[in-house]
């Protein structure tokens, strides 16, 4: 979008919060970068100069504003919406693979040489990988600073500098000012505000409308216990992580997602945010969304009614597609069980002293040991869910940030026991993909007869190929119409 000037320019001009993060408005007089709905008085068109990230900006010199932080806008809803090389590259970046694998792992994820994903990156962003990372870097570092009591030499180890010195110089050159200022202007700022020691406390910020209920409602109905809890108007859950594990608690506020981490490593961080980010859909673009599914006038009462449903998707992939196996055929409480039983005999303890939660959910290595006798299910369930997680702790079935979406269809399916709903509901929660169907779910096709929809999956596909690329925000819409406890926030 960055190269549609006059576009650029009419949303500088009015302000407008939709555009944060889809380009970055740099002004060539004060050398200062900002997001489109930065509150100042907006500067000449003649001034105004137009990237697609903000480390393209960094790149060219310019430093971001004071008033707008442009470095937390939202994330680019294109990197979440896109299976290509570039937004998988994107959604690695975001997860820390260069800080924790370097430039040669990310492309060896991706199947492509250094050279070729360094060229694509720039052709698109006008960035390569390694100053996406340090821009990334620099945010993360910004956060530690102002919410944290850290030393510095810790700030910056955690958030992924190889020296004190690259961190200070970093810090200088991103926010015109020295790591000591930016602590002190945070705490002249938010005087009132009495950190917790060990709590991350943040906002996480996103594109208006948002509806959290359905969002909400459904992490806090599925919940495993011992892993999830609804507790004091926040979602909690464990979080599996590269040096450790974290807690964390989520709340739904009018203009932002509050955020309390607590950390093993403060080098999780990042990671943190960005797995937080993906499961609540907060880079997601929810006016581009409904506009598309309006034009179907038995899906317009429905979108106007409630704008803004996220799709509910997950922190850990294989996580979610062991659980999805679980959940095949059996209500949203058997689910629970079976899951909590797993958790309890497989899952590594954890301290949560501010509230009911006990473990991390196991990983694939420590089910791929587990007796299928053991497990209270079917006998071709027990084959199902032993298949998939000896895949899983194995390698031979990868599922993640860099997953191509549709290769990821056709392992699952090739699977026993994987049938169009488990991979379909995989591929949206897990994978994230935005037009991930379920056209053979029973509440969909319910749903989609009370409306005068077709009802037969095959009748309900063809209808929703007008809905794409949306049609796992459809789903939401249509799940809606139910009175299950996954569409509302609980008490």
Same mark, same amino acid.
């Given at each position: 979008m960055h190269t549609d000037t006059e576009r650029c320019v009419r949303a500088v001009q009015s302000k407008d919060a939709r555009f944060d993060g889809w380009f970055f408005t740099a002004v060539l007089t004060t050398r200062i970068y900002c997001r489109p709905s930065c509150p100042v008085v907006p500067p000449k068109p003649a001034n105004m100069v137009f990237y697609p990230s903000a480390a393209a900006c960094q790149q060219a010199g310019y430093r971001a504003c004071k008033r707008c932080r442009p470095d937390t806008s939202p994330g680019s809803p294109e990197w979440n919406a896109r299976a290509d090389t570039v937004a998988r590259a994107m959604r690695l970046i975001r997860d820390g693979i260069v800080d924790r694998e370097g430039v040669p792992g990310l492309a060896a994820r991706l199947g492509y040489s250094t050279r070729?994903?360094?060229?694509?990156?720039?052709? %698109?962003?006008?960035? #390569? =990988? +390694?100053?996406?990372?340090?821009?990334?870097?620099?945010?993360?570092?910004?956060? &530690?600073?102002?919410?944290?009591?850290?030393?510095?030499?810790?700030?910056?180890?955690?958030?992924?500098?190889?020296?004190?010195? @690259?961190?200070?110089?970093?810090?200088? %050159?991103?926010?015109?000012?020295a790591p000591g200022e930016l602590r002190t202007r945070a705490a002249r700022d938010h005087k009132r505000v009495t950190p917790t020691p060990g709590v991350i406390a943040l906002r996480l910020p996103y594109r208006a409308p948002l509806n959290p209920d359905n969002l909400f409602g459904h992490l806090a109905a599925t919940a495993v216990p011992g892993v999830e809890e609804w507790r004091d108007g926040a979602?909690?859950? @464990? !979080? $599996? &992580?590269?040096?450790?594990?974290?807690?964390?608690?989520?709340?739904?506020?009018?203009?932002h997602i509050a955020c309390r &981490?607590?950390?093993?490593?403060?080098?999780?961080?990042?990671?943190?945010?960005s797995r937080c980010r993906w499961m609540l859909d907060l880079d997601a673009d929810p006016v581009a969304v409904d506009d598309q599914l309006r034009t179907d006038p038995l899906l317009a009462p429905l979108v106007d009614k409630a704008p803004g449903r996220r799709v509910p998707r997950t922190v850990d992939a294989a996580e979610f597609a062991v659980r999805a196996v679980l959940g095949q055929q059996?209500?949203?409480?058997?689910?629970? $069980?079976?899951?909590?039983?797993?958790? $309890?005999?497989?899952?590594? =303890?954890?301290?949560?002293? #501010?509230? #009911? !939660?006990t473990h991390l959910f196991p990983a694939p290595e420590a089910l791929a040991a587990l007796d299928p006798a053991a497990l209270a299910l079917p006998r071709s369930r027990r084959t199902t869910l032993t298949t998939l997680v000896g895949? &899983?702790?194995?390698?031979? +079935?990868? +599922?993640?940030?860099?997953?191509?979406?549709?290769?990821?269809?056709?392992?699952?399916?090739?699977?026993? #026991?994987?049938?169009?709903?488990?991979?379909?509901v995989i591929a949206m929660r897990a994978l994230g993909d935005p037009d991930a169907f379920l056209a053979t779910d029973l509440g969909v096709r319910r749903a989609a007869a009370g409306l005068g929809l077709p009802a037969t999956p095959a009748a309900l596909t063809a209808r929703a190929a007008a809905w794409r690329p949306w049609r796992a925000y459809a789903v939401q819409y249509l799940w809606a119409t139910d009175s299950h406890p996954i569409n509302h926030l609980p008490a």
């Open positions: 070729q994903i360094e060229r694509q990156l720039r052709a %698109e962003l006008g960035a #390569g =990988p +390694l100053a996406l990372a340090r821009a990334q870097r620099a945010q993360t570092a910004r956060l &530690l600073i102002e919410t944290t009591g850290l030393p510095m030499a810790d700030v910056a180890f955690a958030a992924g500098f190889a020296s004190v010195r @690259t961190f200070n110089d970093t810090v200088r %050159e991103v926010f015109a000012l979602y909690r859950r @464990t !979080l $599996t &992580l590269p040096h450790g594990h974290g807690i964390v608690a989520l709340t739904p506020h009018p203009d &981490l607590s950390l093993t490593d403060p080098r999780d961080l990042t990671l943190a945010i059996v209500s949203t409480a058997a689910a629970r $069980t079976h899951a909590a039983r797993l958790v $309890t005999a497989h899952g590594t =303890p954890v301290d949560d002293p #501010g509230g #009911g !939660l895949a &899983l702790a194995d390698g031979s +079935l990868r +599922l993640g940030p860099d997953s191509d979406w549709d290769e990821a269809r056709v392992h699952l399916a090739g699977l026993p #026991g994987f049938g169009p709903w488990t991979v379909e």
